[in-house]
């Protein structure tokens, strides 16, 4: 294709000046919610009692936004254009509730604010005010699907929303500080994943405002041959629209603008009707202009306009300085309300048609609230995959190697409607999840040499070395109405803790929102687990993602840590149904014994916790309940605990031993806390009221402190977890290395139990023996000892 250069003269003069009310309407509604509490038109002179106490908000992003914003408008209709805005710097909020509120798109699900006199004074007043509305691209605001409070995902949501999308394009505001942040750096990368036969466009726009808070930024600090070049380095073509004239600028942005809509779609007519193979060069656009363009040039003797002082609010307190509320009388009366608005409140019909109409408008887009257009996944029967489990102990194959099978024939089913994705840093195989090759590939549009494996220019499985991405994706994909699951290491989703958490709030927020349907859940895979990291050693071995999911709100989060294939299946089964979730998933990977027939399993799943009577020696008539409970959470220590159950009733039979397995972590919460936690009376009917417990948890062992310091019993509960003891080590030494090995257990157990005497004493020196031993052993053979190895649950 021939380089990109603007379109000639876009804009007629009654166009341009058109846009230009627009933007000053957007402005004025900005200046407007940040500081006024009454007298929204202005119709009397400003005075103290008329300026809100607390000054809150980002001024210096939000002219530049509502620029951006209403030359969209002005495309979107000369296109008929299915687009959706995200606001990277979405501290800019005013832009975003000024842009919504002059198409309307505002006062339809808040009728409250209503497009008059009255609606304005209440839209000023709630911004950042007690009861009212935060002052990012919070959930809150229609046609939001990216708050941008915590800087670096714009792009990532921006391409995970036009996956499987074709039509839909996302205009991706950019701030240039955000682009310092690592996740937005790889994020340019994107356009490598995206198909322009199956999905949709981005169009960034890299907002080039110079400041970050009180810094310059990197890419307005260097030549701008040298951004052409980083840019064009990955992959984009730029078209920069720079000054601080108003009409010249809107001209070059209708231009800019206009190049790169027809740009976009000549690269997808040539992909979709010519059957062009290449990997294009996407158009995007660098906006310069001034930070807290139209603002107060300057301040108490400062510049404010063009600086970093015009990041946050460039006035600081009209109420006290009267020289500060004339400036911010002149500011706002700059934007000439009177030619905007009409005496009683109401956007001037010429300036209200240049908006968009229905659902074209960016605040009604029903792709910003994806739950709309969700529809549910085919499922297959996931009984179908059930590993044939004979009885207790049947080796397994890795529990992951059967879900694969599953996760494959979701794909397949659901190929057709294009809306289930799977997403991990290039883990899928190693994961066990190669059953999914047989019916997809891995999307990827950069060159393809012969020895590559599963590559195609449109596939399901989305895989780039970057947790960060595949998170920004899915979650865009997610928050856009479609289904998909991330598949990661345990160690390394720790990487997205953060976007986690942003994900987490934004669900909560939306859940108490009407007008947002619910989204599909956000389904973690953590396979390659702390317990089985056999060649990689300490640095791979992090069990910690939980502990920080369970900081958020019991409403969003639920965390499942299967024993086997078969329980595997049915959770996975269970999260894929789920809606408006984080589902995190914790399974292994290697052979292992398999426990439970898929009907027991799906038992099992659906109460999440249970004693399992098979594995235990109760009396089931007695009254007296059992001596110990052994309780087990997670493959591995399923396994070691079945096997000091063994051990035990081996040694000493006299024992009642009762087994309890969790599968479902938050049912150990009180109910109070979480909807999943057990009645306290439902805990002490497993757990008893006053036995010891000897607990053997996947992950850090203060969890299940933590998670059950309420309980009756919980002054008996002794915990066995990973306590940060790990190395490149045989798989039983990871769990001595940790006291959680069966033998640990064993002796763990007779050592609440007094009433063992003698005997257990001398089961205690036996197994000490049997640590030595296993020591030794390791360090001669570089395996575990053959008893381990080939150990089975036969009682
Ligand atoms: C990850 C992250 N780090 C730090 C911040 C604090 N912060 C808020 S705004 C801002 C500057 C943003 O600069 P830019 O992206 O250029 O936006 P603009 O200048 O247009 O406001 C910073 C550092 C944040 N919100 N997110």
Same mark, same amino acid.
């Given at each position: 294709?021939?380089?990109?250069?603007?379109?000639?003269?876009?804009?007629?003069?009654?166009?341009?000046?058109?846009?230009?009310?627009?933007?000053?309407?957007?402005?004025?509604?900005?200046?407007?919610?940040?500081?006024?509490?009454?007298?929204?038109?202005?119709?009397?002179?400003?005075?103290?009692?008329?300026?809100?106490?607390?000054?809150?908000?980002?001024?210096?992003?939000?002219?530049?936004?509502?620029?951006?914003?209403?030359?969209?408008?002005?495309?979107?209709?000369?296109?008929?254009?299915?687009?959706?805005?995200?606001?990277?710097?979405?501290?800019?909020?005013?832009?975003?509730?000024?842009?919504?509120?002059?198409?309307?798109?505002?006062?339809?699900?808040?009728?409250?604010?209503?497009?008059?006199?009255?609606?304005?004074?209440?839209?000023?007043?709630?911004?950042?005010?007690?009861?009212?509305?935060?002052?990012?691209?919070?959930?809150?605001?229609?046609?939001?699907?990216?708050?941008?409070?915590?800087?670096?995902?714009?792009?990532?949501?921006?391409?995970?929303?036009?996956?499987?999308?074709?039509?839909?394009?996302?205009?991706?505001?950019?701030?240039?500080?955000?682009?310092?942040?690592?996740?937005?750096?790889?994020?340019?990368?994107?356009?490598?994943?995206?198909?322009?036969?199956?999905?949709?466009?981005?169009?960034?726009?890299?907002?080039?405002?110079?400041?970050?808070?009180?810094?310059?930024?990197?890419?307005?600090?260097?030549?701008?041959?040298?951004?052409?070049?980083? *840019? &064009?380095? $990955?992959?984009?073509?730029? #078209? +920069?629209?720079?000054?601080?004239?108003?009409?010249?600028?809107?001209? =070059?942005? %209708?231009?800019?603008?206009?190049?790169?809509?027809?740009?976009?779609?000549?690269?997808?007519?040539?992909?979709?009707?010519?059957?062009?193979?290449?990997?294009?060069?996407?158009?995007?656009?660098?906006?310069?202009?001034?930070?807290?363009?139209?603002?107060?040039?300057?301040?108490?003797?400062?510049?404010?306009?063009?600086?970093?002082?015009?990041?946050?609010?460039?006035?600081?307190?009209?109420?006290?300085?009267?020289?500060?509320?004339?400036?911010?009388?002149?500011? *706002? &009366?700059? $934007?000439?309300?009177?030619? #905007? +608005?009409?005496?009683?409140?109401?956007?001037?019909?010429?300036?209200? =048609?240049? %908006?968009?109409?229905?659902?074209?408008?960016?605040?009604?887009?029903?792709?910003?609230?994806?739950?709309?257009?969700?529809?549910?996944?085919?499922?297959?029967?996931?009984?179908?995959?059930?590993?044939?489990?004979?009885?207790?102990?049947?080796?397994?194959?890795?529990?992951?190697?059967?879900?694969?099978?599953?996760?494959?024939?979701?794909?397949?089913?659901?190929?057709?409607?294009?809306?289930?994705?799977?997403?991990?840093?290039?883990?899928?195989?190693?994961?066990? *999840?190669?059953?999914?090759?047989?019916?997809?590939?891995?999307?990827?549009?950069?060159?393809?040499?012969?020895?590559?494996?599963?590559? %195609?220019?449109?596939?399901?499985?989305?895989?780039?070395?970057?947790?960060?991405?595949?998170?920004?994706?899915?979650?865009?994909?997610?928050?856009?109405?479609?289904?998909?699951?991330?598949?990661?290491?345990?160690?390394?989703?720790?990487?997205?803790?953060?976007?986690?958490?942003?994900?987490?709030?934004?669900?909560?927020?939306?859940?108490?929102?009407?007008?947002?349907?619910?989204?599909?859940?956000?389904?973690?895979?953590?396979?390659?687990?702390?317990?089985?990291?056999?060649?990689?050693?300490?640095?791979?071995?992090?069990?910690?993602?939980?502990?920080?999911?369970?900081?958020?709100?019991?409403?969003?989060?639920?965390?499942?840590?299967?024993?086997?294939?078969?329980?595997?299946?049915?959770?996975?089964?269970?999260?894929?149904?789920?809606?408006?979730?984080?589902?995190?998933?914790?399974?292994?990977?290697?052979?292992?014994?398999?426990?439970?027939?898929?009907?027991?399993?799906?038992?099992?799943?659906?109460?999440?916790?249970?004693?399992?009577?098979?594995?235990?020696?109760?009396?089931?008539?007695?009254?007296?309940?059992?001596?110990?409970?052994?309780?087990?959470?997670?493959?591995?220590?399923?396994?070691?605990?079945?096997?000091?159950?063994?051990?035990?009733?081996?040694?000493?039979?006299?024992?009642?031993?009762?087994?309890?397995?969790?599968?479902?972590?938050?049912?150990?919460?009180?109910?109070?806390?979480?909807?999943?936690?057990?009645?306290?009376?439902?805990?002490?009917?497993?757990?008893?009221?006053?036995?010891?417990?000897?607990?053997?948890?996947?992950?850090?062992?203060?969890?299940?402190?933590?998670?059950?310091?309420?309980?009756?019993?919980?002054?008996?509960?002794?915990?066995?977890?990973?306590?940060?003891?790990?190395?490149?080590?045989?798989?039983?030494?990871?769990?001595?290395?940790?006291?959680?090995?069966?033998?640990?257990?064993?002796?763990?157990?007779?050592?609440?139990?007094?009433?063992?005497?003698?005997?257990?004493?001398?089961?205690?020196?036996?197994?000490?023996?049997?640590?030595?031993?296993?020591?030794?052993?390791?360090?001669?053979?570089?395996?575990?000892?053959?008893?381990?190895?080939?150990?089975?649950?036969?009682?």
């Amino acid at each position: 294709m021939t380089p990109l250069q603007p379109a000639a003269a876009v804009l007629t003069p009654a166009l341009r000046a058109g846009i230009d009310a627009y933007w000053r309407a957007a402005n004025y509604l900005s200046v407007g919610q940040i500081y006024l509490f009454d007298n929204p038109l202005l119709k009397r002179p400003l005075a103290v009692d008329d300026v809100k106490h607390m000054l809150l908000g980002h001024w210096g992003t939000t002219p530049g936004q509502n620029f951006i914003y209403a030359h969209l408008n002005r495309a979107i209709k000369k296109y008929d254009l299915d687009m959706i805005y995200v606001s990277g710097p979405g501290h800019g909020g005013p832009a975003v509730v000024a842009n919504t509120y002059l198409e309307g798109s505002y006062s339809e699900i808040y009728p409250d604010i209503s497009r008059d006199e009255v609606g304005l004074r209440r839209l000023f007043k709630q911004f950042s005010f007690p009861g009212g509305i935060p002052s990012h691209a919070s959930p809150e605001t229609p046609g939001s699907i990216h708050e941008g409070g915590e800087l670096g995902y714009s792009l990532s949501h921006s391409f995970g929303a036009v996956f499987d999308n074709p039509a839909l394009v996302v205009a991706c505001v950019i701030g240039d500080g955000e682009a310092e942040t690592g996740p937005l750096a790889t994020a340019w990368h994107s356009n490598k994943f995206l198909d322009p036969v199956h999905d949709g466009a981005v169009l960034p726009i890299l907002h080039l405002n110079g400041f970050k808070i009180s810094n310059p930024t990197i890419l307005a600090r260097i030549p701008r041959s040298e951004l052409t070049q980083l *840019l &064009q380095g $990955y992959g984009w073509e730029p #078209l +920069f629209v720079e000054g601080h004239e108003p009409d010249p600028m809107h001209d =070059a942005m %209708a231009s800019a603008l206009d190049a790169c809509i027809e740009r976009i779609h000549a690269i997808q007519q040539a992909a979709r009707r010519d059957g062009v193979g290449e990997r294009p060069r996407w158009p995007m656009i660098v906006l310069a202009s001034p930070k807290g363009w139209t603002g107060p040039k300057e301040v108490d003797g400062l510049k404010v306009e063009g600086t970093f002082r015009s990041h946050q609010v460039p006035l600081s307190d009209p109420r006290v300085n009267p020289e500060h509320l004339r400036m911010l009388e002149d500011w *706002l &009366q700059s $934007y000439r309300p009177h030619e #905007l +608005f009409h005496a009683d409140g109401r956007l001037r019909e010429e300036i209200a =048609a240049l %908006a968009p109409a229905g659902a074209r408008r960016m605040g009604a887009n029903p792709h910003a609230n994806g739950g709309l257009l969700l529809r549910d996944l085919h499922l297959p029967d996931f009984r179908a995959y059930a590993a044939d489990v004979g009885k207790p102990g049947t080796p397994g194959i890795g529990d992951t190697h059967v879900l694969g099978k599953f996760i494959r024939d979701v794909i397949a089913l659901n190929e057709p409607t294009r809306n289930f994705r799977l997403f991990g840093p290039d883990e899928t195989l190693s994961n066990g *999840l190669e059953a999914v090759f047989e019916k997809t590939e891995r999307q990827w549009e950069g060159a393809v040499v012969a020895d590559d494996q599963f590559l %195609a220019r449109t596939g399901r499985v989305m895989e780039v070395l970057s947790e960060h991405q595949c998170e920004g994706w899915l979650e865009g994909y997610l928050l856009t109405g479609r289904h998909g699951l991330f598949n990661c290491y345990e160690a390394f989703i720790h990487i997205v803790d953060s976007m986690f958490n942003q994900h987490a709030k934004w669900l909560k927020v939306t859940s108490k929102l009407p007008w947002r349907a619910k989204i599909a859940s956000l389904n973690y895979l953590l396979a390659s687990h702390v317990w089985r990291q056999d060649h990689n050693g300490f640095t791979h071995q992090d069990p910690g993602f939980i502990d920080h999911v369970m900081n958020k709100k019991p409403e969003v989060v639920r965390v499942y840590l299967p024993p086997d294939a078969n329980c595997l299946l049915s959770v996975m089964d269970h999260c894929l149904r789920s809606r408006h979730y984080v589902n995190v998933v914790i399974a292994g990977k290697h052979p292992s014994p398999q426990w439970l027939t898929m009907d027991q399993a799906a038992a099992h799943c659906a109460t999440g916790i249970g004693i399992w009577d098979w594995a235990g020696n109760e009396d089931a008539r007695s009254d007296t309940g059992p001596d110990v409970v052994m309780a087990c959470c997670g493959d591995v220590p399923t396994l070691e605990t079945m096997a000091a159950v063994k051990l035990l009733r081996e040694h000493l039979p006299q024992l009642k031993v009762r087994v309890v397995n969790v599968v479902d972590l938050c049912r150990l919460m009180p109910h109070s806390e979480h909807p999943h936690g057990l009645e306290d009376r439902a805990f002490d009917e497993l757990f008893t009221r006053d036995k010891p417990v000897i607990f053997a948890f996947h992950a850090y062992p203060w969890l299940i402190h933590r998670l059950t310091y309420r309980r009756t019993n919980h002054d008996n509960i002794h915990v066995r977890g990973y306590k940060e003891e790990g190395t490149i080590t045989t798989a039983f030494d990871m769990t001595v290395l940790n006291d959680l090995d069966r033998f640990h257990l064993t002796m763990d157990a007779i050592d609440r139990l007094p009433q063992t005497g003698e005997r257990g004493l001398s089961v205690k020196r036996t197994l000490q023996a049997k640590l030595v031993e296993h020591k030794q052993y390791i360090d001669i053979n570089g395996q575990d000892l053959p008893e381990i190895r080939n150990w089975n649950w036969s009682t």
